[in-house]
């Protein structure tokens, strides 16, 4: 698992690798969470063109990371997830909280 | 039912051990030659399963799981997942959607959809303080035959 954050003018992107299942999730919730309340982006992305399983874990990944970002007064996107991971984001039916590109 | 091959094989409840129980899983169904969205999908509801035993069957203290992959006749996949440890009282409620006892720990409360979704059959046995079976089938595309 692999992480990677770049801040582009309050435009930030996490570019993750590796898989995502309950065992690292936590991990990459701490990260991704130091950076959000120490940069305080306007938009935060979450590229997953990395990432090559992801199981529900996933879906609280994002779910507690838009709402973070929504807190700060922010907004979160995810980008790139294989068509397989695109399902899983289906299923929670998290298009409808999150923009999925 | 003639079980064509089988692999079982026990481990205990650390979270290091969901990645482990998808790996082993995925090079014994090698042999079944299933697409690579088959695959994805018995893998995703493997970790699921494995997730829920260390998650919540063994929440307060830590046990074995025990899981079994069997290669049954028209390329049916059979996976079973078996925890000795605290059970589900309702396991309808935890069945349901979003539904989850661990929300500190961002459970997204998906888990059975996902295994729901992404296999045939699911089948839920558990009693309180005796342990949880999943019991999930799956059957292969003719591919590869």
Excluded: W
Aim: proline residues 4%.
């Amino acid at each position: 698992m692999k992480i990677d954050i770049k801040n582009d003018n309050g435009a930030a992107i996490a570019r993750l690798s590796g898989e995502i299942d309950h065992h690292n999730a936590k991990e990459l919730r701490i990260e991704i969470d130091r950076f959000i309340v120490t940069a305080q982006p306007r938009e935060l992305a979450i590229d997953l063109g990395g990432i090559t399983f992801m199981d529900s874990s996933g879906i609280g990944l994002i779910m507690g990371r838009s709402k973070l970002m929504k807190e700060c007064g922010g907004r979160l996107e995810v980008l790139n997830p294989q068509p397989y991971i695109r399902r899983v984001l289906r299923l929670a039916g998290i298009e409808r909280i999150v923009k999925i590109r | 039912m003639e079980i064509l091959n089988e692999i079982k094989f026990t481990m205990p409840s650390l979270s290091v051990n969901e990645g482990a129980a998808r790996a082993v899983v995925s090079s014994f169904l090698i042999q079944a030659d299933p697409t690579v969205e088959e695959l994805s999908d018995i893998r995703t509801a493997v970790s699921e399963a494995v997730t829920n035993a260390v998650v919540h069957g063994y929440r307060h203290k830590k046990g074995n799981i025990e899981l079994t992959v069997r290669l049954l006749p028209d390329r049916v996949i059979y996976i079973r997942v078996k925890d000795k440890g605290c059970g589900i009282e309702n396991v309808e409620q935890a069945m349901e959607p979003l539904f989850t006892t661990a929300p500190e720990e961002e459970r997204s409360g998906l888990g059975f959809s996902v295994m729901q979704s992404f296999m045939d059959k699911l089948k839920v046995k558990s009693a309180p303080d005796k342990g949880t079976t999943v019991t999930m089938r799956k059957r292969l595309s003719a591919h590869g035959d």
